[in-house]
């Protein structure tokens, strides 16, 4: 299987169900596997005492009012999950609570998604693994005896298990994306890795989807300027277009490769490529042929081939050859 492409709708909905369902119809045909969204429940997750990470409402005094201003219902959730399945989308969301997951459960989410702020939650960790689904990990704010924590802690359950690099920068700067990171997280933790990007370029994923990740998942708006938090470290939707067909690109060029071994398919390509030798001035039977007398024309087939003009260099010519005239075989001798 290739490359795992989610694209996280997140906040950009901005409370509104109709655009989240329009984000879901945008998607359908862009090449991504999954739509990914954040499951919020303000009483289970958070308090009026929680601060802005960025300050950038004009309507929520409060976090916390925020959150619950991103909330849906049940049915909506259903609503949501019916719309992509139609969609051919994989449904994907993030819980920040257990009351979420277990909303997610009646949904029916495909895997769960863990974001950077929750990995040193084992409360809710443990929660999602007894559901036995797939867990998708990000590592944006933790260091890697944390990462050890958390993985270790998963591992027993046995759910199936991909740890995402992730700089929680936003928009991630070229020099922060961290893309050998990957490599180190797989080899640390004999998982499938891949890349949690914020920079707002289609680049960082196509790079990591070359150096073999798995799963890449990218923030998504309808435009940069749009009202939120993570507007401008999203792509638009035209550009998840083109990092899907690039992404896929590069593993097409990146998979089987050229057979070298036989080069018999190129039969038709060496008779119009190849060379046969040629004299380059004109010259008097009796002449004893030098390299300096000897040029290699188009095409092959003409004469002796370019390639073996060691063995008439010292020759003497049977013949006159005007200038540029292919080299038979019969026109040389001892």
């Not at 495909?110 to 702020?117: D, E, L, P």
């Not at 550009?239 to 089987?256: K, N, P, S, Y």
């Amino acid at each position: 299987m290739g490359c795992y492409l989610i694209a996280e709708v997140g906040q950009a909905h901005d409370g509104s169900l109709g655009i989240a369902h329009s984000f879901i119809d945008a998607l359908v045909g862009s090449g991504v596997n999954a739509i990914k969204f954040q499951t919020h429940i303000a009483e289970a997750e958070s308090s009026t005492h929680e601060p802005f990470r960025t300050r950038f409402s004009y309507e929520d005094d409060t976090r916390y009012d925020y959150w619950k201003r991103m909330e849906f219902t049940l049915e909506q959730w259903r609503g949501i999950k019916t719309h992509c399945d139609k969609a051919g989308l994989d449904f994907i969301s993030s819980p920040f609570s257990n009351a979420a997951v277990d909303l997610l459960e009646e949904v029916g989410v495909a895997k769960y998604k863990i974001g950077s702020g929750e990995v040193s939650n084992f409360l809710m960790l443990e929660k999602i693994a007894r559901t036995g689904k797939e867990i998708i990990l990000s590592s944006g704010m933790s260091d890697l005896a944390e990462l050890d924590s958390a993985v270790n802690f998963l591992r027993p359950f046995g759910n199936k298990l991909t740890v995402l690099q992730c700089c929680t920068s936003y928009p991630t700067k070229a020099e922060d994306v961290g893309l050998r990171v990957m490599d180190v997280l797989q080899k640390r933790y004999d998982v499938p890795v891949g890349l949690s990007d914020h920079s707002g370029v289609i680049y960082p994923c196509l790079a990591a989807a070359a150096l073999g990740a798995s799963v890449l998942e990218f923030h998504i708006t309808f435009d940069k300027r749009m009202f939120g938090p993570d507007s401008t470290s999203s792509l638009c939707v035209d550009d998840v277009r083109r990092l899907a067909e690039g992404v896929r690109f590069i593993e097409a060029a990146m998979g089987q490769g050229t057979e070298k071994a036989d080069s018999s398919k190129f039969e038709a390509l060496r008779k119009v490529f190849g060379k046969s030798l040629a004299v380059n001035q004109d010259m008097r039977a009796g002449s004893i042929l030098s390299f300096d007398d000897l040029e290699a024309k188009k095409p092959a087939g003409h004469g002796i081939p370019a390639k073996e003009y060691q063995r008439v260099v010292g020759k003497r010519l049977n013949r006159n050859l005007d200038r540029w005239s292919f080299l038979q075989e019969g026109d040389v001798s001892d």
